[in-house]
């Protein structure tokens, strides 16, 4: 064999070889890749890339990138690539999809050809989640301000004299430890709800006597119930035994029985009852309140959504706490659900594995 010819072949073999290497790579790439060629139209792409754009298009291949992808900003940077020989990076977002992209374009040369590629890095995920962080912290910003703003209000007007003023000083005094009250509820339920949700919290489910647990939830907030006159009923049976981390499966009773009596009517009542349902532990808790509506049942159990806000606010809750309650509940296993009659009432239930033995 000559030795060009030898060159030649061994050339040949190698690129070959890069070509399986290449292919190999882009096949298992989580980014979306398309090459175009001079001529605009693509011609290559990777698995990735066929899942993202190609649907409703079919195969990419011989396509123009334009008829993928309407994006101008896109297009411009693959222009560049392709005649300036420039890389570009770009946000793209995919029109009439909640789809977002990060994409670097670069010129590229393979087997003597000459076209542009571009790798389309998905930050969908991590934009949502930087909104749900956004508005999380502007809902505690919010929060935080309205009784601070009023303790502060409050301590200017008894520093202009108002603490002379025998009749009123107690009164603003009041209000302040109110609203210091209402902040600090508010910081102890965002740090709970931080800590299930970072995973710090561990359950430790055992054999519970239920009934037992409602009666010490009814006695801690009798007194509320008492001030709006609504009865507390437990039907549950003395030797029900669920299996749960009893100081848990008791915050978020807590939290139902106390939401139960906050929306009631004066003189209504709120039951607990206990059912086995599909294999599974049933804990219902039912008022004669106001009821939720349609719209805003889907959306009660994520932090800070109240039907009414400023309602919310003045019979002191965070809007956290059915939150807190759908993170319990998931810890064991189980699920929080609800059912609702507007003008009826509503009917909160967790629903918990029952004991494996
Ligand atoms: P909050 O601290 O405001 O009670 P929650 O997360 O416990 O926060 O509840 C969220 C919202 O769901 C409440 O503000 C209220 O609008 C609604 N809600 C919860 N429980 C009931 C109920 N038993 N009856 C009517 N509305 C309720």
Redesign the pocket.
């Known amino acids: 064999m000559s030795f060009l010819k030898s060159i030649f072949l061994k050339k040949h073999a190698e690129t070959d070889q890069t070509r399986t290497t290449l292919n190999e790579l882009f096949k298992t790439m989580r980014e979306s890749v398309i090459v175009i060629g001079e001529d605009t139209r693509i011609f290559a792409s990777n698995p990735a890339a066929y899942d993202a754009f190609a649907r409703s298009n079919g195969a990419l291949e011989n396509k123009r990138l334009s008829e993928i992808i309407r994006d101008l900003n896109l297009h411009e940077a693959f222009r560049k690539a392709l005649e300036e020989e420039k890389v570009s990076d770009v946000e793209l977002a995919m029109v009439g999809t909640d789809k977002k992209y990060d994409v670097r374009i670069a010129p590229f040369a393979f087997d003597e050809k000459r076209g542009a590629i571009g790798i389309f890095y998905d930050i969908s995920q991590i934009e949502r989640l930087e909104n749900v962080r956004q508005e999380f912290l502007s809902n505690i910003s919010h929060e935080l301000r309205t009784p601070l703003t009023s303790i502060l209000a409050f301590v200017e007007t008894l520093e202009d004299g108002a603490i002379d003023d025998v009749e009123n000083n107690l009164r603003f005094l009041n209000v302040i430890r109110r609203n210091a009250e209402r902040m600090h509820h508010l910081i102890n339920?965002i740090l709970e709800l931080s800590s299930i949700e970072s995973g710090k919290i561990t359950i430790e489910p055992k054999k519970s006597n239920l009934s037992n647990l409602v009666e010490e939830v009814f006695m801690n907030l009798s007194n509320k119930a008492a001030e709006k006159r609504v009865k507390l009923i437990s039907e549950v049976s003395n030797e029900t035994i669920v299996f749960a981390d009893a100081g848990r499966l008791e915050q978020m009773l807590t939290?139902?029985i106390?939401?139960?009596v906050?929306?009631?009517r004066e003189g209504g009542s709120v039951s607990i009852s206990h059912a086995t349902e599909g294999g599974n532990d049933l804990i219902s808790?039912t008022?004669t309140?106001?009821?939720?509506s349609g719209e805003?049942l889907q959306r009660?159990?994520e932090?800070?959504?109240?039907?009414?806000?400023a309602?919310?606010?003045d019979?002191?809750?965070?809007?956290?706490?059915?939150?807190?309650?759908k993170h319990l509940a998931r810890l064991h296993g189980g699920e929080i659900s609800?059912t609702?009659t507007i003008g009826k009432?509503?009917t909160?239930s967790i629903e918990l594995p029952k004991i494996s033995d």
């Open positions: 339920d939290n139902l106390d939401n139960a906050k929306f009631n808790v008022d309140g106001e009821g939720i805003h009660i159990f932090r800070f959504y109240r039907t009414d806000r309602r919310s606010r019979i002191g809750g965070t809007g956290l706490g059915l939150a807190i309650v609800v609702s009432g509503s909160f």
